[in-house]
Nanobody, 120 residues
């Protein structure tokens, strides 16, 4: 079983910055893809950013060069650097890991999320 924990959320003024962190632990043999998602009240969950096995990154259209995703070499620790935050960035941010556990079993693990609130 794989456990995922996010941290780093909080209250920030418009134009401010935050760094979110995420760590996966447990039965992990390899990681294919990691990503950050967010969900605001009354809205569907949307992709914020992702990194695949080749370390290629993708971002949601709304990011507009304001955010950066990175992860360590093991793939188990991931970050989301957020700059120039806007009110519309207020949401609960989740991280996701997809990979292989022992016995070549696929896993798709989510954390409980961390709240980001952008308010003046």
């Amino acid at each position: 079983q794989v456990q995922v924990v996010e941290s780093g959320g909080g209250l920030v003024h418009p134009g401010g910055s935050l760094r979110l962190s995420c760590e996966a632990t447990g039965d992990i043999s390899g990681i294919h893809h990691t990503g950050w998602y967010r969900q605001a009240p009354g809205k569907q969950r949307e992709v914020v950013a992702g990194i695949n096995g080749a370390h290629s990154t993708t971002y949601g259209d709304f990011v507009q060069d304001r955010f950066g995703i990175s992860r360590d070499n093991s793939g188990t620790t991931m970050y989301l650097f957020m700059n120039n935050l806007k009110h519309d960035d207020t949401a609960r941010y989740y991280c996701n890991y997809r990979g292989l556990s022992s016995g070549l079993r696929n896993f798709d693990a989510w954390g409980q999320g961390t709240q980001v609130t952008v308010s003046s």
